[in-house]
C-alpha cells in the first residue's frame, strides 16, 4: 500500500513569492492535515480537510490556505511569503481523525524562503 | 491554553541505558494520546494510541504508560537504531485537532 506522498521534496522560492504544495493521501484516507515544523516551534497545526471541507484550522494568517479534492489529494498555498515561512511542510492523513485513527505522515516538503 | 510538554529536550543514553521521556499535557477532555516516532529527513511514524488513565502499551524495547495529566514513554536497554526524535501528541474531545508537542531527540550511543 502507497504511503502519503508530497511534492515536490525540495522548494526555494523569494519573499512575497507564492508556492503551492502538494500531497496525496493513503487510499482510502478523507482526512488530511497539514503541519508545520520548525526547530524552534516544533510541530504546528495548520488546518484538516475531509471529504473536500476544511473541518479544522489552526493559528495562522490567511496567507496560509488549502483544498480537498473530490480523490481526497490536498494542496495548500502560501501567499506573499516570508523569510520566517522556511520550514519543514508535512502532509498526514487518516481514515478520520475523529475516530482517533493514526495520522500517516509524509516525508514533507522543505521550504526556503531567501 | 492548551499545551503539550515534552522533557528532555534532549538525552543521550549509552546503548543498554533504560531510561523514560515524559509528555505532560493540559486539554479540557482527552480523547487520544498519541507517541510518534521522527527520523532525520522524514515524516513522523505511529508508535502508540493511549486512551485512558493507567493503559499500557509496549512495543519491542518501547512502553507507553498514561496518567490523567501526563505519559511516559519508557526506553528498555535501548540500541543506536533506536536515536530519533519522538514526539508525543494529543487530541482532544472538542474537536480532532491533534496537537503536537515539541518532541524529545533520543541519540542512544553505541
Known amino acids: 500500500k502507497a504511503g502519503v506522498t508530497q511534492t515536490p521534496r525540495y522548494l526555494i522560492k523569494t519573499r512575497g513569492q507564492q508556492v503551492t504544495l502538494s500531497c496525496s493521501p493513503i487510499?482510502?484516507?478523507?482526512?488530511v492535515s497539514w503541519y508545520q515544523q520548525t526547530p524552534g516551534q516544533g510541530l504546528q497545526f495548520l488546518f484538516e480537510?475531509?471529504?473536500?471541507?476544511?473541518?479544522n484550522k489552526g493559528n495562522f494568517p490567511g496567507r496560509f490556505s488549502g483544498r480537498q479534492f473530490s480523490n481526497s489529494r490536498s494542496e495548500m498555498n502560501v501567499s506573499t511569503l516570508e523569510l520566517g515561512d522556511s520550514a519543514l511542510y508535512l502532509c498526514?492523513?487518516?481514515?478520520?481523525?475523529?475516530?482517533?485513527?493514526?495520522?500517516?505522515f509524509g516525508n514533507g516538503t522543505r521550504l526556503t524562503v531567501t | 491554553e492548551d499545551q503539550v510538554t515534552q522533557s528532555p529536550e534532549a538525552l543521550r543514553l549509552q546503548e543498554g541505558e533504560s531510561s523514560s521521556l515524559n509528555c505532560s499535557y493540559t486539554v479540557s477532555g482527552l480523547r487520544g494520546l498519541f507517541w510518534y516516532r521522527q527520523d532525520p529527513g522524514k515524516g513522523p511514524e505511529f508508535l502508540f494510541t493511549l486512551y485512558s488513565a493507567g493503559e499500557e502499551k509496549e512495543k519491542e524495547r518501547l512502553k507507553a504508560t498514561l496518567t490523567k495529566k501526563e505519559s511516559f514513554l519508557h526506553i528498555t536497554a535501548p540500541k543506536p537504531e533506536d536515536s530519533a526524535t519522538y514526539l508525543c501528541a494529543v487530541s482532544e474531545n472538542r474537536d480532532d485537532k491533534i496537537i503536537f508537542g515539541k518532541g524529545t531527540r533520543l541519540h542512544i550511543l553505541p
Open positions: 480537510y475531509f471529504s473536500e471541507t476544511q473541518r
Open positions: 487510499s482510502g484516507h478523507r482526512s
Open positions: 498526514a492523513s487518516t481514515w478520520d481523525s475523529w475516530n482517533n485513527s493514526p495520522l500517516h
